[in-house]
């Protein structure tokens, strides 16, 4: 697998997880349509990606992504963040 073919299955990866995550986020706040809207184009992106990066190579960069979220003990304060 290619450092380059690795490098852009995970940025594919991370907007997937965002993607996912704004998706959750507007469902929690009534917008169903617009979720329903943005989970259909996730998976479009997703059925794109696939194609050119392999299978295989996306799952092993949503993994990646999955154990790099996961450890996430340094990343310091949120005091700053707005809400």
């Known amino acids: 697998m290619g450092k380059d073919q690795t490098y852009h299955a995970r940025v594919a990866a991370l907007s997937i997880t965002h ?16 979720a329903d809207n943005v989970e259909a184009a996730l998976n479009e ?16 960069a949503m993994n990646w992504v999955s154990n790099e979220a996961w450890d996430c003990e340094d990343i310091g304060s949120l005091d700053g963040v707005r809400h």
């Open 45 to 60: 992106f997703i059925g794109i990606i696939s194609v050119e990066v392999g299978q295989p190579v996306l799952t092993q």
């Open 19 to 34: 993607g996912a995550a704004l998706a959750k986020l507007l469902r929690a706040h009534g917008r169903e349509d617009h």
